[in-house]
């Protein structure tokens, strides 16, 4: 079911389709906060009154001319301002192939600096979202860049690469923080885990790694036993709640949400919001089967 969804979440088409057609788009409310950034901005004032923080990412990627690279750019640019003004606790996350990657690293790297220079004269903050395999070293370099200049952006870490054990050494030396997850794309064996078993141990030792040595990470999981992997290390080395955070997204695990909140641990919820959400929710499908069993039921309800 994971393959055949991930494989589904690449056919143009099929996006096409799914993101023009007036009826698929209740299908995408559970995870997406709306279309517009003043949707994304009301639920983070909602995720903020829950006592937890937020990150705002404006959907969207492998876009297809430098236009749109700029026009994505000066979603973020308001988006932070917006944060700014409205007082939010809320940050925001972009993907490297939305800001023109596929096109041209250099025009890439000067929208990003844009971005993260704003973040940085607002005390605010970017995370670079990790795309497929085949992006990784590209945007590992472009993080170790734009941090070296602005030292306000971070990176994600996916735990079913083979390769995420260096990579986290090397975030971990430069002092980049690094939002940990498990992955959600189609890799081949030869680059990442297969078995399920083998990324969740990867996703513990990379955590450990990031909690005793990295700066503020982000475990970012909905699995309850890495939840309480990581909590059983925190504990166990007296690791203080305000050195790390659990990272959730947007209308998944709500109860386990609340639940770390309640007991005192911080929690960031990933707000997603904007128009191209086709590729964003088939992944959704993909990592959870009660995700597919929801969307089911709200069909037959229509």
């Not at 973020?76 to 996350?93: D, F, M, P, Q, W």
């Not at 399920?196 to 970012?220: C, H, M, Q, T």
Request: a positive charge; hydrophobic letters at 45%; glycine letters at 6%.
């Amino acid at each position: 079911m994971r393959n055949v969804l991930l494989y589904l979440s690449r056919q143009a088409g099929l996006r096409r389709w799914m993101e023009t057609a007036r009826a698929a788009r209740p299908l995408s409310a559970r995870f997406i906060a709306g279309m517009a950034l003043e949707d994304a901005l009301r639920v983070a004032g909602e995720v903020n009154r829950q006592s937890m923080s937020v990150s705002l990412d404006h959907l969207g990627e492998n876009v297809t001319s430098l236009e749109e690279a700029t026009a994505c750019e000066a979603v973020y640019l308001r988006a932070l301002t917006e944060i700014h003004r409205l007082g939010l606790n809320a940050n925001v996350s972009l993907k490297l192939t939305q800001f023109g990657m596929d096109l041209s690293e250099e025009a890439c790297r000067a929208n990003v600096l844009r971005v993260a220079r704003l973040a940085q004269e607002l005390k605010s903050f970017v995370r670079i979202d990790m795309e497929g395999s085949e992006y990784t070293a590209r945007t590992l370099r472009m993080v170790k860049d734009v941090h070296a200049e602005t030292g306000s952006c971070g990176v994600v870490i996916q735990s079913y690469l083979k390769r995420s054990v260096a990579d986290v050494e090397q975030m971990n030396a430069r002092g980049i923080r690094v939002r940990l997850c498990k992955g959600a794309y189609l890799e081949a064996a030869a680059v990442a885990y297969q078995a399920k078993a083998d990324v969740d141990l990867n996703f513990l030792v990379l955590a450990r790694r990031l909690l005793s040595e990295g700066n503020y990470p982000g475990i970012a999981t909905h699995d309850e036993r890495m939840v309480e992997g990581t909590l059983d290390f925190v504990r166990d080395q007296k690791i203080a709640p305000e050195r790390f955070e659990f990272q959730m997204l947007y209308g998944i695990r709500r109860d386990l949400q609340k639940r770390l909140v309640a007991e005192g641990w911080r929690v960031r919820v990933y707000v997603p919001f904007g128009e191209a959400w086709y590729p964003y929710f088939m992944r959704r499908l993909a990592e959870r089967p009660a995700n597919v069993l929801f969307i089911a039921k709200t069909l037959l309800k229509g």
